[in-house]
């Protein structure tokens, strides 16, 4: 695959606006997986790695150089090698990162498909330091449909147990669509079940319970943001106007989200994506146009 990203746009992408200066790289990350562009996440990935030591902002420049480099040997064994060396002591920070960036590709994955999100976090697995990769056991899909028990027992966080345990949990995810959606969220809600029953069903249960309203690694603006950035490439406008008013119903302000919508287009422009009639746009008073590219 072509390289997409240099130095020049890591430093691009961290200095885009001060507004993402802590979620630049979720917002890039996620754009790159949903563009079908993962061999990039990497990159990303450890610009923000090395971006997160002290004093780090006075040698950015370096850095992202540094960061190119590091990646550069194209001997899988080798290149392992050299990031175990970088980063033999990880940082409370490095490991925040390496925690909000899986979860922001796993929240993708039922906005453009299961199969991106594995491309992503198998890429990111991939460069991950030994120290930094989840603590996992060996599964046995056989044996636990056997016992009949949850083959995943590391997903605790996520994992209920009985039938109050699950109400809750889509209790959660549909407090948190009323946030979203607010006014117009009956009329959502009904199309979505009027298209086909299942389809509400689904969204509510399998989407927004345990997964868009899970806030113990991304908060819940962080989520909406990466759901804003995860559908520009996609050329879904009227998905997309609803997040866009929903990140504004969830705590987000307008600058912040437009600086998002900004980034995830730049982003999406550098692996070819284009759009049918633009992409959609929130203006101050909340009324919404569409930005085109000429």
Not at 126 to 136: G, M, N, R, Y
Not at 172 to 192: A, C, D, E, M
Request: with cysteine; glycine share 4%.
């Amino acid at each position: 695959m072509i390289s997409l990203i240099n130095p020049q746009r890591l430093l691009q992408l961290y200095q885009f606006h001060p507004k993402l200066r802590n979620v630049w790289y979720l917002i890039a990350a996620a754009t790159l997986s949903v563009a079908n562009q993962p061999q990039e996440i990497p990159k990303v990935y450890h610009y923000a790695m090395q971006m997160s030591v002290r004093n780090a902002d006075k040698y950015h420049v370096t850095l992202a150089h540094k960061t190119i480099e590091l990646l550069s040997d194209v001997d899988p064994e080798q290149r392992r090698k050299a990031l175990e060396r970088e980063y033999q002591f990880p940082s409370a920070k490095q490991n925040m990162i390496t925690a909000k960036l899986r979860e922001a590709l796993l929240k993708t994955s039922p906005l453009a498909g299961l199969p991106r999100a594995i491309n992503g976090l198998h890429t990111l697995k991939e460069s991950t330091p030994s120290k930094l990769l989840p603590k996992t056991s060996t599964l046995d899909s056989w044996e636990a449909a056997m016992k009949d028990e949850i083959p995943c027992p590391e997903s605790f966080r996520r994992v209920v147990e009985s039938k109050e345990d699950q109400l809750e949990v889509v209790n959660r995810g549909l407090r948190q669509w009323n946030t979203i959606y607010n006014k117009v969220s009956n009329r959502v809600v009904n199309n979505l079940h009027s298209s086909y029953p299942d389809l509400w069903y689904f969204t509510l249960v399998h989407c927004y319970g345990p997964l868009f309203s899970f806030d113990k690694i991304l908060s819940v603006p962080e989520t909406s943001l990466v759901i804003i950035s995860a559908l520009v490439p996609q050329d879904v406008n009227p998905q997309l106007k609803g997040h866009l008013r929903g990140a504004l119903n969830v705590g987000c302000d307008l600058e912040t989200i437009e600086a998002v919508r900004t980034l995830s287009i730049l982003v999406s422009e550098w692996c070819g994506v284009k759009w049918a009639d633009g992409v959609v746009k929130l203006k101050p008073k909340k009324m919404l146009t569409t930005y085109k590219r000429y």
